[in-house]
């Protein structure tokens, strides 16, 4: 159970920064190479990598390399994985309601 609630916190992590929605949005319209977003964002290289990393460790975002740039896009399979999840946890679970609400009675 644990590898699934780490794979959980890694899916939220990818989506609680502003500059990983800003990628999002940006990714929304196709794929975009690296030098665009850092053009787009106004951020550094390294703080660039740093947020792909963690988008594509979700596997939210895929890269692919073409010569010394990496080409990013969202990654369908992974979207989808996301948001089995978020309904996972937001969906209640059919439980009597006679027997959750009793305390100790």
């Given at each position: 159970?644990?590898?699934?609630y780490?794979?959980t916190?890694?899916v939220?992590k990818?989506?609680?920064d502003?500059?990983?929605?800003?990628?999002l949005?940006?990714?929304?319209?196709?794929?975009?190479?690296?030098?665009?977003?850092l053009?787009?964002?106004?951020?550094t290289?390294?703080?660039?990598?740093?947020?792909m990393?963690?988008l594509c460790?979700?596997d939210?975002v895929?890269?692919?390399?073409?010569?010394?740039?990496?080409h990013?896009?969202?990654?369908?399979?992974?979207?989808?994985?996301a948001?089995k999840?978020?309904?996972?946890?937001?969906t209640l679970n059919?439980?009597?309601?006679?027997d959750e609400?009793l305390?100790g009675?």
């Open positions: 159970m644990s590898s699934a780490n794979d916190v890694k939220f990818a989506f609680c502003e500059n990983r929605l800003k990628i949005e940006q990714l929304r319209t196709g794929e975009k190479c690296a030098c665009k977003l053009d787009e964002l106004h951020i290289q390294p703080t660039l990598s740093h947020h990393k963690l460790d979700a939210i895929q890269g692919r390399k073409e010569g010394k740039w990496v990013y896009s969202i990654n369908p399979e992974g979207t989808k994985r948001q999840i978020l309904e996972q946890l937001v059919n439980v009597d309601e006679q609400n305390c009675e």
